[in-house]
Nanobody, 117 residues
Framework: QVQVVESGGGLVQAGGSLRLSCAAS????????MGWYRQAPGKQRELVAT???????NYANSVKGRFAISRDNAKNTVYLQMNSLKPEDTAVYYC???????????WGKGTLVTVSS
């Protein structure tokens, strides 16, 4: 089992920055990738960024050049640095941990990011 807990959401003006954190615990040695997803009101959950155990990263086109995902293995934490925020970035951001061999995904409860215009 893996547990993930997000933090760092809040209210920010357009053009501002926020950093989200996701702390993992439990069977973290078996995690193949971690990532951030978001869900805006009335929309489906979508991928924002992922990072694998080998540090390969992937970003949604809408956030490339503005967001950066990183990890601190010593702290079992993944970060999402969000710069140049736009009102359309407003959403609940969820952390995900994936175990490919076991076909398992673990989700946090989410953290709300609100970008005002």
């Amino acid at each position: 089992q893996v547990q993930v807990v997000e933090s760092g959401g809040g209210l920010v003006q357009a053009g501002g920055s926020l950093r989200l954190s996701c702390a993992a615990s439990g069977s973290i040695f078996s995690i193949d990738a971690m990532g951030w997803y978001r869900q805006a009101p009335g929309k489906q959950r979508e991928l924002v960024a992922t990072i694998t155990s080998g540090d390969s990263t992937n970003y949604a086109n809408s956030v490339k050049g503005r967001f950066a995902i990183s990890r601190d293995n010593a702290k079992n934490t993944v970060y999402l640095q969000m710069n140049s925020l736009k009102p359309e970035d407003t959403a609940v951001y969820y952390c995900n941990a994936a175990q490919y061999a076991l076909h398992r995904d673990y989700w946090g409860k989410g953290t709300l990011v609100t970008v005002s215009s």
